[in-house]
């Protein structure tokens, strides 16, 4: 199985400030033959199902604000809230689809500073 | 617009069975591969299944292979989860997830609610 990991397991960040969350996977999750990185990132906030945000590591769902982004290849991905928003306060999680079982991240929760 | 609503939640003694749905809406459900994910309380997410649109391709996290089985039916835009041999490390909100459109689209891009399943005596 793939094993990802991400880092920090909580963040406080002030309003308006950039907010940074890491994601490793145990293997690369890059399918050379396409180019593609088998990633995708969720939001969650309390008492709601989880929100899908990025997929293909770095494509933002439709919706989705542009102070999101998502990057990063292989084995290492960042997901980035470049000013951060109150309405951003929840539980971001990654999540491998390369291959079954996907697996996810044990998730960071993000807070106002 | 997409709608997944699951039912079927509730209390179960350990070794019991449960029976979960997934009523799809909004969406050309035969067209879409479907995925059931849990959250155990205060937990992270844990993807458990996930089938083919056409229901000949399914796959198991160890941790339900063998006493849990997915299934659809397409004419009735309808997801299920028949779980048995249930333990208390199953008790959690079980989700249901629309896969991505293409065949290895394996990101959820719409979710239901969630049901609560509890294993208890």
């Known amino acids: 199985d793939i094993v990802m990991t991400q880092s920090p397991d909580s963040l406080a960040v002030s309003l308006g400030e950039r907010a940074t969350i890491n994601c490793k996977s145990s293997q690369s999750v890059l399918y050379r033959s396409n180019n593609k990185n088998y990633l995708g990132w969720y939001q969650q906030k309390p008492g709601q199902p989880p929100k899908l945000l990025i997929y293909?590591?770095?494509t933002r769902e439709s919706g989705v604000p542009d102070r999101f982004s998502g990057s990063g290849s292989g084995t290492d991905f960042t997901l980035t809230i470049s000013s951060l928003q109150a309405e951003d306060v929840a539980v971001y999680y990654c999540?491998?689809?390369?291959?079954?079982?996907?697996?996810f991240g044990q998730g960071t929760k993000l807070e106002i500073k | 617009q997409v709608q997944l609503v699951e039912s079927g939640g509730g209390l179960v003694q350990p070794g019991g069975s449960l029976r979960l749905s997934c009523a799809a809406s909004g969406f050309t459900f035969s067209d879409y591969y479907m995925s059931w994910i849990r959250q155990a309380p205060g937990k992270g997410l844990e993807w458990i299944s996930y089938i083919s649109s056409s229901g000949s391709s399914i796959y198991y996290a160890d941790s339900v292979k063998g006493r849990f089985t997915i299934s659809r039916d397409n004419a009735k835009n309808s997801l299920y989860l028949q779980m048995n041999s249930l333990r208390a490390e199953d008790t959690a909100v079980y989700y249901c997830a629309r896969d991505g459109p293409g065949s290895w689209d394996g990101y959820n891009d719409y979710w239901g609610q969630g049901t609560l399943v509890t294993v208890s005596s």
């Open positions: 293909w590591a770095s």
């Open positions: 999540q491998q689809y390369y291959s079954t079982p996907r697996t």
